[in-house]
């Protein structure tokens, strides 16, 4: 099993930054994939940005250029930069890692709010 633990979200103005957080333990054999994916209400939950273990990234359209994913393998820490935020930005943030073991799908973290006021 793993374990993430997120922190970072919060209220903020738009145009404004927030730094998200998650960070992996317990069983840990090779986080691959390590993401954050989005669900606004009423919504289906987004990938909104990934890393891989050799740092190639992937961005949803909508927030490239605004949002910055990064990683500390060394910590098995994901981040999410995120600025110019838009009141669209408004969502739950669920880390997401995944490795050669455990589900398919990966493993989630409990999520984070994320609400950007206009």
């Known amino acids: 099993q793993v374990q993430l633990v997120e922190s970072g979200g919060g209220l903020v103005q738009a145009g404004g930054s927030l730094r998200l957080s998650c960070a992996a333990s317990g069983t840990i054999v090779s986080l691959n994939v390590m993401g954050w994916y989005r669900q606004a209400p009423g919504k289906r939950r987004e990938l909104a940005a990934a890393i891989t273990k050799d740092r190639r990234t992937t961005y949803t359209d909508s927030v490239k250029g605004r949002f910055t994913i990064s990683r500390d393998n060394a910590k098995n820490t994901v981040y999410l930069q995120m600025n110019s935020l838009k009141p669209a930005d408004t969502a739950v943030y669920y880390c997401?890692?995944?490795?050669?073991?455990?589900?398919?799908?990966?493993?989630w973290g409990q999520g984070t709010q994320v609400t950007v006021s206009s």
């Open positions: 997401n890692v995944r490795q050669p073991i455990g589900p398919r799908e990966g493993y």
